[in-house]
């Protein structure tokens, strides 16, 4: 950062004269340049320097400690919102309004006794402007003695945790349906009443961990790793994907808001700056919700906007036609942000628990979960005990797996299965001619399904269900149930003049001359064509 002599270079006498004189030193010189380095030696002073901190109104030193805790510097835009502006005064006028003796902000009282410059600097993310200590004022006021940072918020009160919701490992199951279901094809409509997790979101995070290919499809041997895997392991390989990407982004999951234009914004600076601030909580004790937000306002409020940019992002409410722009929308924006990164994906990753007044209730605190550093901090992963395969099959292809059952399991089985509920924790499976045909066009052989579950222990498979199996290797679909209506007529020339008429094609199937099957949702049009051929119909 800029020493003094480049941050009041371009100040004129008048303002040089109006530090001197906060800071209690002679100034006696004709212009600028011959008073800028006897005043830069006179603050050189470690000493009188810190006593010039330490005798500031309390809120312009709030704000060198502030600068202080953040390494000497702060986005001019934050810092301004904090503090107050510093007024662009012109030289008469501010000669004539003594801003120095009559500052309107904390701002104004730091600028005027030269502790704080206003620059522009080239710093990741972005080129932005930054309110920021002389370095060579830095060195001198770093041995003060700070106060200590506290973390964001404050502890939850016990009636905001009576009712908890601990992390789960629900997140897997949600995995191994989803992978299931694109492996077999299955529409993702009729797949989302199985995950508790929203599949737009499922399916990204998935690609971030590369268990889905560029094509969608599940990448078969990492199907297979994570499958198999230790579940902790399973759900870091998940944590890591979400912690390191740059393209899964969390924004554009806030439910309720719609994102439009070409802006951008930066997922993994931001992620990690969250992260970064949660580190900072305790780890055995619940936290507020809404105090961590709070704090976060009012501390680091720009943690996903580096420069201070409220107005350049096309966010707007769904049903709303006004756009989200400017600093009162925070809480409807970065506030929700920070809420839906903590009660959804840390939640859903096994990281956070949380905790409500009561059933039914938003969260209002959370904490560390059990996982937590195992996750987090990438510690070992103890093995975990196998869970027992808990499969039951019924002769006439209904199956039910439990959800502890190895997840391997039931994303092979359910390949080849009608998927009917899931309901208790128990996955409800039928194995039908139509989703064997479905499993053989996406190169699932009804053999496959035959020989792995004969190779699962403990699994009881009725005879007949195997040898239905068999069959259907061989012959194909052998029996169908239809629902179907049944026409009987007096006369065969009825059936003959049916045949004739429009509402021929509803006819299913001609069983006699005087009996033919008619498509059920097709009947009134049948009624009507005989109707119309003179034919009363009973």
């Known amino acids: 950062m800029p020493d003094l002599i480049h941050t009041l270079s371009e100040q004129d006498l008048g303002f040089l004269k109006m530090i001197a004189a906060a800071w209690g030193l002679e100034l006696n010189a004709p212009d600028a340049n011959a008073a800028l380095p006897i005043l830069i030696a006179g603050m050189s002073n470690r000493l009188l320097a810190q006593e010039i901190i330490e005798t500031l109104p309390d809120a312009a030193r709030q704000a060198v400690y502030a600068l202080l805790n953040n390494d000497g510097r702060l986005s001019w835009s934050l810092f301004c919102r904090r503090y107050g502006e510093v007024r662009a005064l012109g030289a008469s006028r501010r000669d004539r309004e003594r801003p120095d003796l009559n500052p309107t902000s904390p701002a104004e009282v730091l600028w005027y006794r030269g502790l704080i410059g206003r620059a522009f600097f080239n710093l ?19 041995p003060l003695n700070l106060p200590q940072n506290t973390p964001p918020g404050e502890p939850a009160s016990k009636n905001d945790y009576t009712h908890t919701f601990p992390a789960t490992l629900r997140i897997l199951d949600d995995t191994c349906t989803l992978l299931a279901a694109l492996r077999s094809g299955l529409p993702m409509d009729e797949v989302e009443e199985y995950l508790t997790i929203p599949s737009p979101l499922l399916t990204s995070l998935c690609q971030e961990a590369g268990l889905i290919n560029e094509n969608n499809q599940p990448d078969t041997e990492k199907v297979k790793n994570f499958l198999e895997a230790e579940p902790l392991a399973s759900l870091r390989m998940l944590v890591d994907a979400w912690k390191g990407s740059s393209t899964f982004n969390d924004l554009r999951f806030l439910p309720g808001l719609i994102f439009e234009g070409e802006w951008q914004n930066a997922p993994l600076q931001t992620r990690t700056t969250i992260l970064n601030m949660l580190e900072q909580l305790p780890q055995d004790e619940w ?15 720009d943690f996903q906007r580096p420069a201070g940019d409220y107005d350049s992002w096309f966010i707007r409410q769904a049903g709303s036609e006004t756009y989200l722009r400017g600093f009162a929308t925070w809480d409807d924006v970065d506030g929700a942000l920070l809420r839906f990164i903590i009660c959804s994906p840390l939640h859903w990753l096994g990281m956070v628990d949380l905790a409500a007044p009561k059933p039914g209730s938003a969260p209002k605190a959370f904490r560390p979960s059990q996982w937590a550093g195992l996750l987090w901090q990438g510690l070992p992963v103890a093995e975990h005990t196998p869970k027992p395969v808990s499969i039951k099959i019924n002769r006439d292809g209904h199956i039910r797996i439990s959800r502890h059952t190895p997840r391997a399991a039931r994303y092979q089985i359910s390949r080849f299965c009608k998927w009917i509920e899931l309901w208790k924790d128990i996955y409800h499976y039928h194995v039908t001619p139509a989703s064997l045909e479905r499993a053989a066009q996406h190169g699932l052989q009804a053999a496959h399904l035959r020989a792995y579950l004969t190779h699962l222990p403990d699994v009881i498979i009725p005879p007949s269900f195997l040898k239905a199996l068999k069959r259907w290797e061989k012959f194909g679909t052998q029996a169908r149930l239809e629902k179907v209506i049944l026409l009987r007529v007096d006369s065969p020339e009825v059936v003959t003049a049916l045949k004739k008429s429009s509402a021929a094609r509803y006819i299913s ?24 051929m003179g034919y009363l119909v009973d």
Do not use: G, H
């Not at 001359?513 to 009624?527: F, G, M, Y």
């Open 124 to 142: 990741p993310p972005e080129p932005q402007e930054y309110a920021y200590i002389p370095d060579d004022l830095l060195s001198l006021l770093e």
């Open 509 to 532: 199937e001609v069983l006699n001359p005087t009996t033919i099957l008619v498509q059920p949702s097709k009947l009134e049009k049948v009624r009507t064509a005989l109707m119309e």
């Open 287 to 301: 936290w507020s919700l809404p105090n961590f937000v709070s704090a976060v306002y009012e501390r680091q409020p």
